[in-house]
């Protein structure tokens, strides 16, 4: 796969979306429990909007301003993956960016509330799950939300965890205004 673009994953066999699964929810038997305080330097806390640490050697956040690349890769993060179109990066190259601080880099483009699709999420997580390969991963958009969104989804359809469940593990990783489209695909109720 380029490093800097992402291909439709949809043509991959099922066993190896079951083994991508095994990657990143290796450990306890539910999500839920898997959500954690993030543990990445307190540098990073200040230099991120939205830091989280969903499960262990999974950071998700809002947008990284150019600086914060070599301070996650002092963090041990070795992979960034950016949800981000083009259009909204407003000219910046951050897979350029990324690179210099000697990191690596995928983009998988999620433009918004249409984007939030099945195929997407599975994307995400195989991604992830061959990123996990070589270290700690980053998983960012503008705010973290749609992170979360495609997190949720994705863990309700291969993770083999229920649907709240997966909409817990969601809003862990970020998710927020996406909740209602998420709780529709998970065919939960709305909120209260």
Known sequence: MNPTSFRSLASLPRLAAVAAWAVILAGPASI?????????????????PNLRQPRAALLTAGQPPARAWKALAADGVTTVINLRPT??????????????AGL??????????????????????????????HGKVLVH???????????????AGEGGVSAEQALQFGRAAGLAGLEPLVREQLALPPAP
């Open 141 to 155: 958009c503008a705010s973290g939300n749609r992170v979360g969104a495609l997190l949720a989804i994705a863990a």
């Open 87 to 100: 259009d909204e990066m407003g000219g910046r190259d951050e897979a350029a960016e990324v690179a210099a």
């Open 32 to 48: 839920p429990a898997m959500a954690q305080t993030a543990t990445p330097s307190m540098n990073l806390r200040d230099t991120l």
């Open 104 to 133: 690596r880099y995928h983009a998988l483009p999620v433009a918004g509330a249409g984007d939030i699709t099945t195929d997407n999420a599975r994307g995400l997580w195989t991604l992830i799950a061959q990123a996990q390969a």
